[in-house]
Structure formats: structure tokens, C-alpha cells
């Protein structure tokens, strides 16, 4: 393995999580020079493991990313560990500066950074996210299912959840805090046994690393095994604002993404995002095949300038700007053996 990078890529990716490096895959196994710089911060390191992958359920988050980064190294591929402080323009393509002071040239680009998890406020929280504190009932419901599990209000979706996690266990208690649901909703968890408490939420209450329950302001101990929790998903991509290119709020009122079109394309030409930076919502294999899509696109667009290149060379043969560009696109091709 190593950190050093070459003058310049077909393609760099920022973020080697899933979506990242299956991008990097697609690219690599078509023969363009592609790298992928990597923070080493990925969403799912508190994970115990990644479920609801098919023929891979139960991997180790860290397992699952280095066998990917040994599958695009196997193509030709590099990942490299960095994180990147800024993006400009380039004449046709992007200068890409690291923040230990490494640049480096890119095509086009791949931004699979992923997101931030905002939490509630709540004393010994943080501490148990991703072990007993949980967000997704697909993720991490099996391993909490009949259980007596807590569901803390403080998004759009909190009730909605509540309902998701009633479908893995019985018990099932809603933590409203000051903002008591409305007529429908308060009909909704009756009818579905959950019970809802009031009162602000003061700090979790862990005995043996085990969570034990969720105490109130008021003193009561409300006994609990598991936590789901509603965090505020903020897209990690503000090296992106010097292209114009900057997150906006999720429809569904979850947080910051990059809008995107349904293949990853954005409106800053060149540049594309695959997998949590665009959908929050997406799991592990949802952002892998996010990745793979875009990578697809992104070589598909590479072919048609390559090709109106050597069209406008052959129509034109002493253009020199057009010889000098597919002087460097042979050159890129014969150090793949092409």
C-alpha cells in the first residue's frame, strides 16, 4: 500500500467507503487511471457489522473496505489516505488540492464522501451509537428484536421509526419529549401497543456497558435495552463550494445531500456523487450500486469527448490543440498496454 498519487487521473474519487470504491472498481476494470483518497472516518466504524448485504451480511465494516481497496488495487486502481481541502477548476478538468498539501489532476470526479451523523444532545449518547443506540431498523433491527427498545423523538420521522421497530419487538416506548405527537399520530402508536412518554429526556443509563434505560429530567427511569435515535444527516462535501456546488436541504426534511439526477450526475458539469452524500436513506449495498451507476456514466461521458477528439484530430490533422489532447489520451491509454 502506498500514499503517493500520480500527477493526474481519468477519474479521482473522494470517499472510499462502499460507493467510493465500487465506483473506483467499474472505472479501474475499464482501464481508466483512477485513484481514491480516503479520509479513514467511514459512517458504519461503530458497526458491529453490515447487514442486509446479500451473500456478505454480518462483514465487519473495516473487512468489507479492505477487501474492496484490494479488489481496485488488483485493476490498477491506487487508494490513497488523505482528505481533500479543495476543488477548482482546471481548463477541462479539476485541480485537486489534499490538506497536507498534495495536488493532484482529475478528468472527472467521483464524490462519495458520505455524511455526518448529528446527534441529539443526550449525556452517554454518542458513547453506545452503533452498538445499542440505533437508527435503521434494517441495519440493526434483528439484533435488537424482542427487546424492550426506546425510540427518542426529534425528526420528521421519529414516529414513523417507532412504527418500523414495533414490527421487531412488542415493546416499544415513544420518548416525546416536550412535543407530544398529533390526534393521528398518538392513534397510530395506541393502536399499535406502543406506549408514549413525556417529559425531556435527560441521559441514558448504561450498567455492565449494557444500556439499562433512558432517565428523565424528572428522575423516572424508564427501562430500556435498545435506543433508536433520529440524527440529523449532514452530506460531508464542503470542498465543493469553490465549483458552486454546495448541499441543500433533503425533501424528506432528514438533513443536507448533494442533489443529484438518478445516475449521480450534478449541475456542475464533470462532477459526480454516489451513495450517502446524495441519499442519506441508502444502505451499504444501495450506495455500492450508486457507485457502480456513476462510474458507468462517468466512463460513458470520458468515451464521448475521447471520441469528438479524435474526430475533430482526423478531420483536422495539423490542429495542434486537438493533437496536443489526444497526445495525452494516447499517452494515458499505453500506460494501461492499449
Known sequence: MTDQLDDGYDVVVVGGGAAGLSGALMLARVRRTVAVIDSGAPRNAPAGGVHGLLARDGVAPAELLERGRAEVRGYGGQVATGEVDT???????FAVTLTDGRRVRARRL??????????????????????????????????VRDRAIGVLAGGPMSVHQALLFRQLSADVTYFCGTTPPTAEQAEQLAARGIRVVPGEVAALEVVADRLAGVRLRD?????????????????????????????????????????????????VPGVWVAGNVTDPAAQVGAAAAAGAVAAAQINADLVAEETRLAVAARREPFSAAAEARLCDLVLGERRHGL
Open 87 to 93: 476543488v477548482a477548476r482546471d481548463d477541462d478538468g
Open 110 to 143: 467521483l464524490v462519495a464522501t458520505g455524511l455526518v451523523d448529528e446527534l441529539p444532545d443526550v449525556p452517554g449518547l454518542r458513547a453506545r451509537w452503533g452498538r445499542d443506540v440505533l437508527h435503521c431498523p434494517y441495519c440493526h433491527g434483528w439484533e
Open 219 to 267: 428522575g423516572t427511569l424508564v427501562g430500556r435495552e435498545a435506543l433508536a435515535v433520529s440524527s440529523r444527516m449532514v452530506a460531508r462535501a464542503g470542498f465543493l463550494a469553490a465549483l458552486g456546488l454546495r448541499p441543500a436541504e433533503h425533501p424528506a426534511g432528514v438533513g443536507e445531500h448533494v442533489p443529484a439526477d438518478a445516475a449521480g450526475r450534478t449541475d
